[in-house]
């Protein structure tokens, strides 16, 4: 199993560029089951999530006509099956968004459950809530969820608490119900108005996407889909901790700065450096980091993929630092990891109290999920001596090129086999 080296000690300088989001294109390829002819994706990360999706699409039907570099070429005239297999499911939790656009298509769909993961248990009964409320009947059969509808109707539905896929999923089957559908407490993540305006571009008539009440007219057809997908910004926001904890001097390229205000905020309450552009963010180390509250909330609050990697900001900061994680239960996996490499962190329920040290040591650590891996490079990169970190299959589930691009500013990282 591959392994990724990291030499402590080298201070980050350069400029850096975002690829696509994994969690914009997820959803557009979950889309692309709505429309019947060959879709064309554009700014595609070359991630392994992606690639898992790809192959779902292709077992329900589609054909890869071009999957090269950054573009996928994707025609969906042919899905015809409204199975979604476990082995599929099991590897990646967003297959799941398959369900609503199944429903739509073929009035029927037949999708594992998938189980629990490393930060939660992560039901999926508000997709399904929100699937029934425009007419499907679902039952659970077998570690299946098995829906059908004959004709989804539009509806008025309030999601209970607010999830992401969960509002795309149902976003996406309300697009082509009969009549008005009005989501109520709807994700505002900027990868769901990223999703609406694509749908729109291909007829669909939603609006409010990007706030809490989505509006969404039902259409009898949807063109193929044309679009560049928007920058990721977790990535982005990756990068900017990479710069701030080795007291660099990083420009991320090809980002949203207003998808990152609230990283923004928190890194300027911490004492660094940063300037916005309107593509682009610069980072500097200011020689100290202040210690920052953190709380992690949906969009436009401070993101929980972004909680591991401010954390081991502050596991050098000089003060104490509170953080708290209120999306997910069990999001603080890497703190075992983190400790081994002398932070000073405690626990106590959903949130961390983090006393910055003076310096963290290399360690072999384990990653646990996908954001907790970006967490502990970034830990090694600051760390005394070397850091490996194993299971690094988390790290390519959603960062394009991790190595390189660290690399390429100046890092000491290297992967083994
Ligand atoms: N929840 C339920 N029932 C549901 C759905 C969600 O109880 O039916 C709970 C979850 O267990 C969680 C909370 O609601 O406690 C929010 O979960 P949400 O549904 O919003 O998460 P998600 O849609 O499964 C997406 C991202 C995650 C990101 C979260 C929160 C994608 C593909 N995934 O997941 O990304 O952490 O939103 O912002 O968009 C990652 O990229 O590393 C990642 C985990």
Known sequence: ????????????????????AKNAILPVLAATLLTGGKNEIQNVPGVRDVKTM???????????????????????GGINNPVAPYDLVSTMRASCMVLGPLLA???EAKV???????IGARPIDLHIKGLEALGADIQLE??????????????????????????MNVLMAAAMAEGETVLENAAKEPEVEFLADVLNQCGAKIEGAGTDKIIIEGVTSLKPIHCRILPDRIEAATYMIAGAITDGDVEVLDCVPAHLEAVIQKLR?????????ETSIRVRGNGELRPVHIRTHPYPGFATDVQAQFMTLMTLAKG???????VFENRFMHVAELRRM???????????????????????????????????????????RDTVVSRVYHIDRGYEDMEKKLSQLGAAIRRVR
């Open 320 to 326: 104490q630092s509170v953080i708290s994680e209120t």
């Open 112 to 118: 594992s459950l998938p189980g629990g993961c490393a």
């Open 105 to 107: 298509r073929l009035g």
């Open 54 to 76: 790809v192959n779902l699409v292709r077992e329900l039907g589609g054909r890869v006509d071009h999957f090269e570099a950054d573009r996928l070429v994707l025609d969906s």
């Open 142 to 167: 077998k570690g299946y969820v098995h829906g059908v509808a004959k004709k989804l109707k539009g509806a008025h539905h309030l999601f209970e608490s607010v999830t992401v896929t969960g509002t």
């Open 1 to 20: 199993m591959d392994r990724i080296i990291v030499e402590g000690g080298h201070q980050l300088n350069g400029q850096v560029t975002i690829s696509g």
């Open 269 to 277: 309450e911490a004492g660094v450096g940063l300037k916005e552009n």
């Open 342 to 384: 002398g932070a000073d962190i405690h626990i106590e329920g959903h949130t961390a109290i983090v006393s910055g040290v003076e310096q963290l040591s290399g360690a072999p650590v384990m990653a646990t999920d996908l954001r907790a891996s970006a967490c502990l490079v970034l830990a090694g990169l600051v760390a005394e």
